[in-house]
């Protein structure tokens, strides 16, 4: 076993930590070589609120694909002015243009696992090189394969990802937002539940599935960021 998450379990109890406490433990024992990522959205909302308050300076890496509403740049530039938060952009090796030069229009409908590999998978993996871990605001309830993760893993890089938010649900994500009176992402009232890229996401129908809007009409559930190897 890794001997941080072993001094982990010894000494912080996930089940009796709060998310607080776990990103106090995180920046303790792994800065400055630890990161966060979101892609800002409202269900991103409680976590950078509260590395805004315990860990202010955090990186939090946002990786901006080219290809995301306009509405998730300025939420983006909204959250930054309003928490202080350490954002760090991450980028495609290709822009935009080249990328749609080389693999042609609408990759996202040929073939979406290309299309994430390139666009987010590989600008993070870039991003958390030297890195020893990664804070991440995945949930249980999201889809079912981060249903059975663990509060600690080693990803195959080496690198531990830490998920402060695991046992949360979206009722208590909603609950936060409110009680701190923070911002909602400028889409969600219009049904778009989880935002991922634009044209590829669409309004939720289903709110029992909020990712059901992603990568509508298929049925991909992960950009692959949380599908290790």
Known sequence: M???IENYLSGLHADEATP?????WAWKTFAPRV?????????????LHMI?????????IFIDTGFHFPETLEFRELLQ?????????????LSKNDFVL?????LYRRD?????QINKVRPLQCALDGMSAWVTGVRHDQTKNRSSLHDLETQISGVIKIHPLLRWDRAQVEEYRRHYDLPAHPLYEAGY????????????LDVGDVRAGRWAGTGKRECGLHLDG
């Open 2 to 4: 890794n001997l941080a």
């Open 20 to 24: 607080e406490d776990i990103l106090v």
């Open 35 to 47: 990161v966060a990522s979101s892609s800002f959205q409202t269900q991103s909302v409680p976590l």
């Open 52 to 60: 805004s308050r315990v860990c202010p300076e955090m990186p939090v």
């Open 81 to 93: 002015a309003h928490l202080g938060l350490n954002i760090v952009i991450a980028q495609p090796e």
């Open 102 to 106: 080389e693999y042609g229009e609408e």
């Open 112 to 116: 979406p696992d290309l299309c994430c």
């Open 193 to 204: 539940l989880s935002v991922g890229c634009m044209p590829c996401t669409q309004p939720v």
